[in-house]
Structures are given as C-alpha cells and as structure tokens.
C-alpha cells in the first residue's frame, strides 16, 4: 500500500490510510450460493470478510509472498477479485473503496510485474475465475464522476496499467472508451 501512486502528491493521504481498519461485512452477502454483484446490491460474495482481514492481519512480508509466490496464486487472484468487487459493488463507504484502490495500485506500483495476476483475472476462460476489471474500472469512472479526485486517478492509473499489460488488441473497445 505505501507504494501508491496518490501518496506521491496526496502525502497526507499515507498517514490517514495506514491506520485504517477496514471492515466490510456489512457489505458482505449473507446467502453463500450468491456469488455475484448487481449494482444495485451494495453487496461483496459471502466469505469475503474473512479473506480482507486475513490479508490486513499479514506482515509486510507476508503480503508480498502472497503476492509474488506461485504457490500462492489462488489466494492472489482471489484477494484482486475481492478488491475489484469493493469497488464494484460498494457505494455507500467512499473511504472503503478509496482504500481499496490504493492497495490494488500500491500492489501493482511495488512490482508491476504483478500486473500479470490482474491479466489472468481478466483473460480466464473459466467463469468463477473470470472478471471484467476493466470494465468495472470504467463504469467506476462514468458512475462517480463527482468522487474525490485521489479516487479517479487511482482508477486511472490502474485502468492504464492493465490496458497496456492486456494489450490494446485485446481491449479494443475499452481502451477507446476510456480515451
């Protein structure tokens, strides 16, 4: 998180997010067999309460082996997709998904070849591992075009990022959207 992107202009922004708590299960779905976000749902898949304060709870060091291991892939991939549902899903906690954008991008900035878990994300065939990141980041930007600035250029810039990792072939129609 402390490689963010905003902290490089917003430096008061790193000392108001590194005590940040977090908690989200009250946006968690309480049905287990919904897996999936409406927009109008405020509501995260059920279990994700336990996978956020698993991550927060981690040493610094733990984070980065999470995120870097092969072994640990899986729990990568799903810790993005749970990010990504926050700020899909999540309308009534702007600090919420603020911070989960600056950990999606302090993630991303720290190594950006951890881009790569992000295009997985995006390019998987099989549905339950498959998510439209880009698209969400895009209609993150076309729904809360009033948010605070730090929010849209830390979409932004993720938004950037993984365009150029996916290639632009690969995302015609989102890369034109998003000029």
């Given at each position: 998180?402390?490689?963010?992107?905003?902290?490089?202009?917003k430096q008061s922004m790193r000392a108001e997010f590194a005590e940040y708590q977090p908690t989200i299960t009250t946006y968690e779905?309480?049905?287990?067999?919904?897996?999936?976000l409406t927009t109008a749902s405020s509501q995260i898949p059920a279990g994700s309460s336990q996978i956020f304060q698993s991550?927060?709870?981690?040493?610094?060091?733990?984070q980065r082996r999470l995120n870097d291991d092969d072994g640990q892939k899986a729990k990568s991939e799903e810790l993005f997709r749970?990010?990504?549902?926050?700020?899909?899903?999540?309308k009534g906690d702007q600090k919420l998904v603020t911070f989960s954008l600056i950990l999606?991008?302090?993630?991303l900035e720290e190594k950006r070849i951890r881009i790569k878990t992000l295009v997985a994300i995006q390019k998987a065939h099989k549905k339950e591992r498959k998510m439209d990141l880009t698209g969400i980041l895009l209609s993150f930007l076309v729904q809360?075009?009033?948010?605070?600035?730090?929010?849209?250029?830390?979409?932004?810039?993720?938004?950037a990022k993984l365009i150029e990792a996916l290639e632009y072939k690969n995302c015609e129609k989102e890369s034109r959207e998003f000029l």
């Open positions: 998180m402390l490689y963010a992107s905003v902290f490089l202009y779905c309480k049905l287990p067999h919904i897996l999936t991550f927060l709870s981690m040493s610094d060091v733990e749970l990010l990504f549902s926050i700020i899909q899903g999540v999606i991008d302090g993630i809360n075009n009033s948010e605070t600035s730090e929010q849209r250029d830390l979409a932004v810039h993720i938004l």
